[in-house]
């Protein structure tokens, strides 16, 4: 590369850009707006940090290359991987075990391997790219084995891990016949982060009890003197990016708009989602549905929007789920609705950013009702778009959001009268407390930005601590 090695690193599964190919076969990239790429982009320049991931079209190797002033470094995936590693293992096995499995995991041993092989790659590319001393990120649950893997190649190397969905109890990560393989695979890392301080306690008592290491509190003590540290950094957002987007004109004009094409109702309701099992989509349309169905609100006066972003259309499981619920709304709307009065507007598609700004800004009731979810961005989003301080968040109790956003209507998604009770609380709920709630939400997600995290997140990492008694004798672990 020619601007040497770098003294920053981030691994993540997916480069921060996209390729777009114009008619006339020019090749341009373009960044994927995401909060990862906002917070770690000063960081990058600075330091003269690397992106390493893949670039998103398998059976292809691309050299590194330079986007818009960051260093992106491909790493390659073939079509059998992105099968067996990405979709199989990540997406069929990780992602339903960490979320409570909502749906239930596969375990196949082709897909363990797969994901093996590729975390040895990532792993590799780092210990390549990255200069003596360097600090490396690594982000995520398809590259649990990379802190390990790259100790191995580069002990001089300060490792960060940072999980962005939920860390399951063990009563659930036991299940995982690999589950001694990822717990050693995080413990390469210096620092091992979490949403939440309840995952990195799972965590923590996992090591003690399968692996054997001594722990006190959220320190770890590896037998070679070395100690890691599980800790809580809940991600946020670029709030004033939100803010400013909301405030614009573009964006007012187009709130009014959809306000008026949707019949100016009393109420928009509003969700937005990739189009997931985890985010709880079945059970706050049929809470709505209800409400309309026993009278509760006129069809006249509501309309709830809901926004799924196409996901992963690949995994059987969320072929399914799309089919479900477009099977769902259309018996709704057709039980409920009347001629130009259709209480549900679903929308299976992606939208530019003053888009989702708009809509936000549209919305009376923002939903957020995920049976499990790490963080949950939108929700942030929502009330960084509120300057107004008006509009009610709804928010599951089951999102890493709701242990901050304590002014929100709560609810348990699983509890369907308890959901329409909470929409008809926050439909109903006066201006003035309203604001009150929105107010306190948005002071909290102001000085929690996606600014703060990575700080925090750095600042510990590159904390010097020193190596504790080697003498210090393991407890015993069972595999
Ligand atoms: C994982 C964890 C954790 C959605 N539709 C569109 C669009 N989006 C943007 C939202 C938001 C992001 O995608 C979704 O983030 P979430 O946090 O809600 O959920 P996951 O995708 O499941 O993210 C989650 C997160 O990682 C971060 O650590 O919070 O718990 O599951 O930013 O705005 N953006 C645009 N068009 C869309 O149609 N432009």
């Known amino acids: ?13 997916r480069l921060p850009v996209d390729r777009y190919i114009a008619h ?30 893949w670039h998103g079209a398998p059976d292809e190797k691309l050299k590194p290359f330079e986007h818009d002033g960051l260093r992106l470094v491909p790493v390659p995936l073939s079509a059998q991987e992105v099968e067996e590693y990405y979709e199989g293992f990540s997406n069929g096995t990780l992602w339903p075990l960490y979320h409570d499995v909502i749906a239930p995991p596969e375990f196949h041993r082709e897909w363990w391997d797969s994901y093996v092989d590729v975390n ?7 210990a390549r790219v990255a200069k003596r ?7 995520d649950y398809q590259l649990q084995l990379v802190p390990s893997l790259l100790r191995g190649l580069r002990p001089d190397l300060r490792i960060g891990f940072f999980l962005h969905i939920p860390f399951p109890p063990r009563e659930l990560f036991t299940q ?41 509190r959220d320190l770890i003590y590896l037998p070679e003197g070395r100690t890691v540290v ?38 928009v309701l509003l969700s937005i989602d990739r189009l997931d ?36 259309e690949r995994v059987d499981q969320y072929r399914i789920l799309r089919d479900d619920i477009d099977r769902l709304v259309g018996r709704l709307n057709g039980d409920v609705g009347r001629i130009g009065q259709q209480p549900i507007t679903y929308l299976h598609a992606s939208y530019p950013r003053e888009e989702m700004a708009a809509l936000y800004r549209a919305a009376d009731v923002m939903v957020v009702t995920p049976l499990r979810d790490g963080m949950n961005l939108v929700a942030k989003e ?30 348990n998604p699983y509890d369907i009268n308890g959901m329409k009770a909470a929409l008809m609380e926050a439909m109903g709920a006066e201006p003035r407390e309203q604001a009150r709630r929105m107010k306190t939400m948005r002071k909290t997600v102001i000085e929690n930005d996606i600014d703060h995290w990575a700080t925090a997140f750095l600042d510990e990492l590159n904390f010097e601590r020193p190596s504790h008694d080697k003498k210090m004798r393991p407890a015993r672990g069972r595999s």
């Open 1 to 13: 590369m020619a601007a040497g090695l770098a003294e920053f690193v981030v691994i993540a599964n």
């Open 24 to 53: 006339d076969g020019a090749v341009t990239w373009r960044t994927s707006p995401g909060g990862l790429v906002t917070a770690l982009e000063p960081v990058m320049r600075r330091k003269g940090g690397a992106w390493i991931g």
């Open 120 to 126: 040895h790659r990532f792993a590799a590319c780092a």
């Open 133 to 139: 001393g360097a600090t490396v990120w690594v982000q």
């Open 176 to 216: 995982l016949p690999w589950r001694r393989q990822i717990l050693e695979g995080l413990l390469g890392a210096d620092l091992v982060g979490f949403q939440l301080p309840g995952a990195a306690q799972n965590f923590v008592r996992l090591v003690r009890e399968r692996v054997g290491h001594k722990t006190h």
């Open 230 to 267: 599980a800790r809580a950094f809940p991600i946020s957002i670029d709030v004033n990016a939100f803010e400013q987007l909301a405030r614009s004109e573009n964006v007012t004009a187009r709130c009014k708009e959809i306000r008026e094409s949707l019949g100016n109702p009393k109420h």
């Open 277 to 312: 099992y985890t985010k709880g989509l079945r059970q706050r349309l049929r809470a709505f549905g209800e409400l309309i169905r026993d009278g509760s609100i006129d069809v006249d006066d509501a309309v709830f929007v809901q926004v799924a972003t196409p996901s992963r």
């Open 382 to 411: 929502y009330v960084a778009c509120r300057y107004d301080d008006a509009g009610a968040l709804v928010l599951s109790e089951f999102a890493g959001a709701a242990a901050e956003l304590r002014q929100a209507y709560r609810v």
